[in-house]
């Protein structure tokens, strides 16, 4: 008889496209999120959480790149109900808030949110199905004001978390600019928008990855579509040629970033240089040349004048917030100003190559996302800071990433004096310090030591029976102790010896200096 094979053993693999966040990972975005969450406190805004499960219909049919409802989302269909799914962004979840809520909600409604969200999309080196998110939203408000406050809130919030001017600008432009490119290009009709909405978001598509694509490949996306190196196939918004010049005329007129490009050069030839106050001014100029025959376009560059002038009073020059016809943001739901956070320096890639770290936040204006649910025009805009992104920034400038200070651990040489150890443990708690006692195997006291470096516990305390007896604790210093391991001379080693022995009763003074002392 075949012996019964056993029970197959799952694989301890973390999911393609996912990911673990240890200790550090953890501690850092959670103390990064609070500093930007001061920011979003000071402006006015209240938090909220949103379910981590929407309606499919509730999210709608607004991400990049897919052309069914629940296509890129993780979608499951409850029996004989809805079709349920993780939501995608935290932009979609507020506007359902916002319409089911709106007897009760303050209007306008400022609210900020951060969490994780969830895409079913093909992952890459850097591009995860689940990542975490930083909204902030003002619900309710029509007004160009309310543009401008997000791209000064957001500038702040850079600074809060250590990017200092110099190293970042935050980039607007305005959908109604770009519909106008389309109107001229035939890809809009102003007497029916729903015409050709399908066309128009894979060109919006195309011209947001231009700088990666280059122009082939977005002339490719144009037109009939384009495979990429793995071998998949994108389909193509099916412009013709003519349509195609159009757009890239567009492109050439409008590729140049906040540090150099044809149209920065043209305006420090007039006079204008990046940072002066008058750079936007000649942006929101020469974007009006660009679309005088559509009034759609029109209507756009002058909320654009707007937003600088709005920005320019408070002190929110072109150094940093600049006026960039480059930004599209992939969404399809924007339709006025819309935003993107970039970092300018430059950081090593694989290779030791220099480039620019890029992209760090983006959103903009959706008034009518909130409408789909109500039937009523409902103004909205937002910003949301992509939160792994601007982390890894973080670490690039050697503003974070440090090894954080895990617990003062209470070693155990007496398994039959664990309540001893733990009243140290409690004492050092109810000061305000973190402390754990050591709960493994306690036989080799070698790997105490280990276990307290694997923490990076700054200190170790030690009772064996003779210190009891003393009524005394040694305290090891196991930061000096590395160094001193490393390259102290023994002069050092006596001024400050790695390890101290110091009465019980003097356990927490002793512990703080020791925490204190550099």
Not at 46 to 66: F, H, N
Not at 217 to 230: F, I, K, M, P, T
Not at 279 to 305: C, I, M, P, T, W
């Given at each position: ?278 750079y936007n001014r000649f942006v929101v100029k020469r974007l009006r040349e660009l679309v005088d025959q559509s009034s759609v376009g029109l209507e756009g560059v002058l909320e654009l004048e707007q937003i600088s002038e709005l920005l320019s009073v408070q002190g929110y020059g072109s150094n940093r917030i600049v006026v960039d016809c480059g930004v599209v943001r992939g969404l399809a739901y924007y339709t006025g100003p819309v935003f993107e956070a970039e970092l300018t320096f430059d950081i090593l890639d694989d290779k030791g190559r220099p480039r620019q770290f890029g992209s760090v936040a983006g959103g903009g204006r959706y008034d009518d996302l909130v409408k789909r649910f109500t039937g009523q025009a409902v103004p909205a805009t937002g910003i949301s800071i992509g939160v792994d992104r601007l982390l890894a920034a973080l670490r690039a400038k050697g503003r974070t990433g440090l090894r954080a200070a895990g617990p003062v651990v209470v070693t155990v040489m007496d398994r039959d004096r664990m309540a001893d150890y733990q009243a ?95």
């Amino acid at each position: 008889m075949a012996k019964d094979k056993s029970e197959r053993r799952p694989r301890a693999e973390t999911p393609k496209g996912f990911r673990d966040y240890f200790g550090a990972d953890v501690t850092e975005r959670q103390e990064m999120l609070a500093k930007i969450a001061e920011v979003y406190h000071r402006y006015g805004f209240d938090p909220l959480e949103t379910s981590a499960v929407e309606t499919v219909e509730a999210l709608g049919k607004y991400l990049p790149d897919v052309d069914r409802p629940n296509e890129g989302v993780f979608a499951w269909q409850e029996e004989d109900s809805d079709w349920l799914a993780l939501r995608y962004d935290l932009t979609a979840p507020l506007a359902r808030v916002a319409a089911q809520h709106r007897n009760d909600l303050p209007s306008p409604y400022r609210r900020y949110a951060m969490g994780p969200v969830w895409r079913n999309e093909k992952p890459g080196p850097g591009r995860f199905r689940q990542f975490y998110q930083c909204d902030a939203d003002t619900v309710g408000s029509a007004s160009v004001a309310a543009d401008a406050e997000i791209c000064a809130m957001l500038a702040d919030a850079l600074e809060a978390v250590g990017i200092p001017r110099g190293d970042y600008v935050v980039k607007v432009n305005n959908r109604k600019v770009l519909n106008g490119v389309m109107e001229v290009a035939g890809v809009l009709d102003p007497a029916d928008h729903e015409r050709f909405a399908h066309e128009r978001g894979i060109v919006l598509r195309a011209i947001d990855k231009h700088d990666r694509l280059g122009d082939s490949g977005v002339r490719a996306l144009l037109g009939l579509g384009r495979r990429d190196e793995s071998g998949d196939f994108t389909k193509g918004a099916g412009l013709s040629a003519e349509q195609a010049d159009v757009i890239m005329s567009y492109l050439h007129e409008s590729a140049f970033s906040a540090q150099a490009g044809p149209l920065n050069a043209a305006l420090v030839g007039r006079g204008a240089p990046f940072g002066d106050s008058n750079y936007n001014r000649f942006v929101v100029k020469r974007l009006r040349e660009l679309v005088d025959q559509s009034s759609v376009g029109l209507e756009g560059v002058l909320e654009l004048e707007q937003i600088s002038e709005l920005l320019s009073v408070q002190g929110y020059g072109s150094n940093r917030i600049v006026v960039d016809c480059g930004v599209v943001r992939g969404l399809a739901y924007y339709t006025g100003p819309v935003f993107e956070a970039e970092l300018t320096f430059d950081i090593l890639d694989d290779k030791g190559r220099p480039r620019q770290f890029g992209s760090v936040a983006g959103g903009g204006r959706y008034d009518d996302l909130v409408k789909r649910f109500t039937g009523q025009a409902v103004p909205a805009t937002g910003i949301s800071i992509g939160v792994d992104r601007l982390l890894a920034a973080l670490r690039a400038k050697g503003r974070t990433g440090l090894r954080a200070a895990g617990p003062v651990v209470v070693t155990v040489m007496d398994r039959d004096r664990m309540a001893d150890y733990q009243a140290m443990a409690g004492e050092l708690r109810r000061a305000g310090i973190r402390a754990e006692v050591y709960l493994g195997n306690p036989k080799n006291f070698g790997n105490q030591l280990k276990y307290a470096d694997k923490r990076a516990s700054p200190v170790a305390v030690i009772q064996g029976g003779d210190e009891a007896t003393k009524g005394t604790v040694i305290l090891k210093d196991l930061i000096l102790g590395a160094k001193i391991a490393e390259n102290a001379s023994l002069e050092e080693w006596k001024s400050r010896p790695a390890q101290i022995e110091v009465p019980l009763a003097g356990l927490v003074t002793a512990v703080k200096r020791m925490l204190e002392t550099p």
